[in-house]
């Protein structure tokens, strides 16, 4: 089983910056994909970014690229989600996963195996 813990979540004004952490914890040789996914009232959840836990390949949603950028830190099993120049449209619960498999559809939710209970993020205009 794996465990994952999110942080950073909060409010902040359209054109800000908020820095999402995750820590896994268990057994984190189970999976070799993280990533961050959010999800609004009465909409799909629906994949952000998502890494390679054993490199440095990365997918991220078009609709944050040039804006937010998936980064870790293997020796803490803990990945990162630097969000900038947020918009309100960019409100929602953000959540942490990882999967067994990194490939083009790991920004599909489905693909993941565990999930984190989710952080807040609040873009006011």
């Known amino acids: 089983q794996v465990q994952l813990e999110e942080s950073g979540g909060g409010s902040v004004q359209a054109g800000g910056s908020l820095r999402l952490s995750c820590a896994a914890s268990?057994?984190?040789?189970?999976?070799?994909?993280m990533g961050w996914f959010r999800q609004t009232p009465g909409k799909e959840r629906e994949g952000v970014a998502v890494?390679?836990?054993?490199?440095?390949?990365?997918y991220l949603n078009d609709s944050v690229k040039g804006r937010f950028t998936i980064s870790q830190d293997k020796a803490k099993n803990t990945v990162y989600l630097q969000m900038n120049s947020l918009k309100p449209e960019d409100t929602a619960i953000y959540y942490c996963?990882?999967?067994?498999?990194?490939?083009?559809?790991?920004?599909?939710?489905?693909?993941?195996?565990?999930w984190g209970k989710g952080t807040l993020v609040t873009i006011s205009s």
């Open positions: 268990g057994n984190t040789r189970s999976y070799n994909v």
């Open positions: 996963a990882a999967g067994a498999r990194f490939y083009v559809d790991s920004l599909r939710p489905e693909t993941m195996s565990y």
């Open positions: 890494i390679f836990t054993g490199g440095t390949m990365t």
